[in-house]
T-cell receptor
Framework: AQKITQTQPGMFVQEKEAVTLDCTYDTSDPSYGLFWYKQPSSGEMIFLIY??????QNATEGRYSLNFQKARKSANLVISASQLGDSAMYFCAMREHTGTASKLTFGTGTRLQVTL | NAGVTQTPKFRILKIGQSMTLQCTQD?????MYWYRQDPGMGLKLIYY???????DKGEVPNGYNVSRSTTEDFPLRLELAAPSQTSVYFCASSYPPGSTNEQYFGPGTRLTVT
């Protein structure tokens, strides 16, 4: 079974609108972390936001917020007031605590296109 | 503070050739990782290291080797390159678990094997 599932290969959003990128995960580890990374066309991976499995509040970082629904095992990224520069690939990733390592498992990504 | 640097940025190899992808970080992170990203896909873990002298396999280690003689450097070696190793390779580093543990990524190396 996929550990991280991103069901939206591509999304369009108009400038200044909000958009939600979906992410569901599967783990039996009670302690885990969820990350979102942005990959613009230049190729680098940019960290956006993190949610720990024990965090009570949904994480927020500027225009990014993470809608964490633990019972549903979902960790959707919400981008408010979209900008043209938000056009990029977005990857959801999960960190499980396997021994002493801290490895990330990535989803297949969602390509977001922001239009005028 | 340069973060994570990778060399080269691009490389074309012939089938059967070998090469080493270099990765250096100046953040004194114990943890370092190598990922590959195939077209239209997410990243897959090749190898990782939790400190100098300690390495372990990730999800897709076949055809690769690593070493970690210093905290700063984590080179990835490809022996007998194959077309299936055409990919973009990312090196990353992080602090140990217990914090946000964000992984900092290098800019990537685009490798083509023909």
């Amino acid at each position: 079974a996929q550990k991280i599932t991103q069901t939206q290969p591509g999304m369009f959003v108009q400038e200044k609108e909000a958009v939600t990128l979906d992410c569901t995960y599967d783990t039996s580890d009670p302690s885990y972390g969820l990350f979102w990374y942005k990959q613009p066309s230049s190729g680098e991976m940019i960290f956006l936001i993190y949610q720990g499995s024990y965090d009570q509040q949904n994480a927020t970082e500027g225009r990014y917020s993470l809608n964490f629904q633990k019972a549903r095992k979902s960790a959707n990224l919400v981008i408010s007031a979209s900008q043209l520069g938000d056009s990029a690939m977005y990857f959801c990733a999960m960190r499980e605590h396997t021994g002493t390592a801290s490895k990330l498992t990535f989803g297949t990504g969602t390509r977001l296109q922001v239009t005028l | 503070n340069a973060g994570v640097t990778q060399t080269p940025k691009f490389r074309i190899l012939k089938i059967g050739q070998s090469m080493t992808l270099q990765c250096t970080q100046d953040m004194n992170h114990n943890y370092m990782y190598w990922y590959r990203q195939d077209p239209g896909m997410g990243l897959k873990l090749i190898y990782y290291s939790v400190g100098a002298g300690i390495t372990d396999k990730g999800e897709v280690p076949n055809g690769y080797n690593v070493s970690r003689s210093t905290t700063e450097d984590f080179p990835l070696r490809l022996e007998l390159a194959a077309p299936s190793q055409t990919s973009v390779y990312f090196c990353a580093s992080s602090y140990p678990p217990g914090s946000t543990n964000e992984q900092y990524f290098g800019p990537g190396t685009r490798l083509t094997v023909t």
